[in-house]
C-alpha cells in the first residue's frame, strides 16, 4: 500500500466519529449499525451492551464489515471507506484501559456518564483484512482496494 493512500486511510479513521458496521445474523441475515468508535492506526475499537444484537452475532461470527465516510456537500468531494475483518470482544485489561483511553480522547463527554453496571459492557476490537479507499475527488467511483 502506498505512504498516501494508507495516510488518507488514516485520515478518514482520525476524522471521523461513526461507522455503519455489519455483522452478521445467526438466520444468515446482515444486520447494519451504526456506532461510534476510536481507532489506532487501522485497528478500530467500539463498545457496546454483551445485551445488544451485534454482540450476540458477533459470538457466532467474527466476520464483520464497515463503511466510513467523511463529510460532503458535493458528489465530487466524497472521500470514504469499507472494509473487511475480524472482530473480536477485548478481555486483556491493558487493552481494555487503552481503548477506555482512547474513547474519553474523542468522546469527552462519555466520562458525564455513569454506567453503573459495567458487567455488561464489553470493548470490541476490529482488525481490517482488506479495505477499499473511495475517492471520488479523482473521479466518480474511483476507489483502490488493499488487502492487509
Known amino acids: 500500500m502506498k505512504l498516501a493512500a494508507r495516510t488518507l486511510i488514516n485520515e478518514i479513521l ?13 438466520d444468515g441475515f446482515p444486520q447494519s449499525t451504526v456506532v461510534s468508535f476510536v481507532n489506532e492506526g ?26 466510513i465516510t467523511k463529510p460532503y456537500d ?32 474523542r468522546f469527552p463527554q462519555a466520562a458525564d456518564f455513569e454506567p453503573g453496571d459495567t458487567s455488561d459492557l ?12 473511495l475517492d471520488y475527488r479523482k473521479g466518480f467511483g474511483h476507489t483502490e482496494n488493499f488487502k492487509l
Open 42 to 67: 487501522m485497528t478500530i475499537y467500539f463498545g457496546t451492551s454483551r445485551r445488544s444484537q451485534k454482540a450476540a452475532n458477533l459470538r457466532t461470527c467474527d466476520k464483520v464489515s464497515a463503511t
Open 74 to 105: 458535493s458528489w465530487d468531494e466524497i472521500v470514504g471507506l469499507s472494509l473487511a475483518g475480524h472482530a473480536c470482544e477485548v478481555t486483556d485489561a491493558e487493552e481494555i484501559a487503552h481503548a477506555s483511553r482512547l474513547l474519553l480522547e
Open 14 to 26: 482520525d476524522d471521523v466519529n461513526d461507522l455503519s458496521l455489519a455483522t452478521v445474523r445467526s
Open 122 to 133: 464489553m470493548f470490541v476490537r476490529i482488525d481490517p483484512v482488506a479495505i477499499s479507499l
